[in-house]
């Protein structure tokens, strides 16, 4: 089956947008100081310890501007359209090669008060990028739960399958095989990068953006973090993923970060900034190898050929 997946192109360029100062920001979403902040919508965070010195995308971009096919293939169809969905009462199930199966209530979770604010570079595989405040918690807590036993090599990801409530399920051009699955190897999915995201700029996670939780590893392209997660099962053999599956000539299994290794349509050596919009438009930057995280997750690829584990 051909891929649908969208090339980059001059139309798809967000309008300009008043450009809002980095410290006023991480002041609004509880990212200064130290202590523990509660606010409108019931989250309890505290700072974790990733940050990121590019200015932050602005709210309303994070929020307006996402892939989320479930929703449609526009880039506004998400907020446009997922105003029916009902992320709430959620529950997660952990299950597979693991000593300790859990299914955990979201709400529960965000009422534990160990939720963390980490700002992460997102670098779309359609040569676009944000710098997005999360709040959620480590990827690597939640599964130490279930206790991984020794079998576990991968970890599989299960998004939820609503037609009723998700018009892009209903089938029609461009349409993907739901749900949408996607996949780790452990030792990625216990990199203290990885994380659970519940929320962003301190409230509840939209429903455009993933509600009620989402992957997040900041390394890899924007399409590995599945939205809506209903199921994470530890298992043996690498899982399918959705976008390897759809066209694996173009998406593959690792989806790294990687300047030096072109999508087979366009170039990957630099990204348009979302949010920095200009009287000359969107600033371009140069991509860096792993979205410049490679101090925390180049050890994981250490004698891989990059080029072909993309």
């Given amino acids: 089956m051909a891929s649908s997946f969208p090339e980059p192109?001059?139309?798809?360029?967000?309008?300009?947008?008043?450009?809002?100062?980095?410290?006023s920001l991480l002041a609004a979403a509880g990212l200064l100081g130290g202590s523990r902040v509660?606010?409108?919508?019931?989250?309890?965070?505290?700072?974790?310890?990733?940050?990121?010195?590019?200015p932050l995308t602005p709210r309303e971009d994070v929020t307006h501007y996402n892939n989320f096919y479930e929703f449609g293939l526009d880039k506004a169809d998400p907020a446009r359209l997922s105003g029916g969905f009902r992320p709430r009462p959620w529950t997660l199930t952990i299950d597979g090669a693991v000593a300790k199966p859990l299914t955990l209530d979201v709400d529960t979770l965000i009422a534990g008060g160990a939720l963390e604010s980490r700002v992460y570079r997102m670098r779309c595989v359609e040569a676009w990028s944000m710098v997005i405040?999360?709040?959620g918690v480590p990827l690597a807590d939640i599964l130490r739960k279930a206790e991984p036993q020794g079998s576990a090599k991968f970890v599989a990801?299960?998004?939820?399958?609503?037609?009723?409530?998700?018009?892009?399920?209903?089938?029609g051009l461009g349409s993907l095989d739901w749900?949408?699955?996607?996949?780790?190897?452990?030792?990625?999915a216990m990199n203290p990068l990885s994380f659970l995201a519940l929320g962003l700029y301190g409230d509840l996670?939209?429903?455009q953006n993933g509600a009620p939780l989402r992957l997040v590893t900041p390394w890899k392209y924007g399409f590995k973090g599945i939205k809506s997660i209903t199921r994470i099962t530890l298992i043996s053999e690498m899982p399918p993923t959705t976008w390897n599956r759809m066209a694996s000539n173009e998406y593959g299994f690792y989806a790294n970060v990687n300047p030096e290794v072109d999508h087979p349509r366009w170039s990957q050596a630099s990204e348009r900034i979302i949010g920095s919009g200009g009287f000359f438009g969107e600033t371009r930057k140069p991509t860096q190898m792993f979205n410049g995280y490679g101090a925390q997750v180049a050890q994981l690829y250490a004698g891989m050929d990059l080029r072909k584990f993309y």
């Fill in 179 to 188: 749900p949408y699955v996607e996949g780790l190897r452990l030792d990625e």
């Fill in 38 to 54: 509660a606010n409108a919508a019931g989250l309890s965070v505290h700072p974790g310890p990733f940050n990121a010195s590019e």
């Fill in 205 to 207: 996670l939209p429903n």
């Fill in 9 to 23: 192109r001059p139309s798809e360029i967000t309008p300009r947008r008043a450009y809002l100062r980095r410290r």
């Fill in 133 to 135: 405040p999360w709040d």
């Fill in 157 to 171: 990801f299960q998004s939820v399958v609503r037609p009723d409530q998700m018009p892009g399920q209903r089938g």
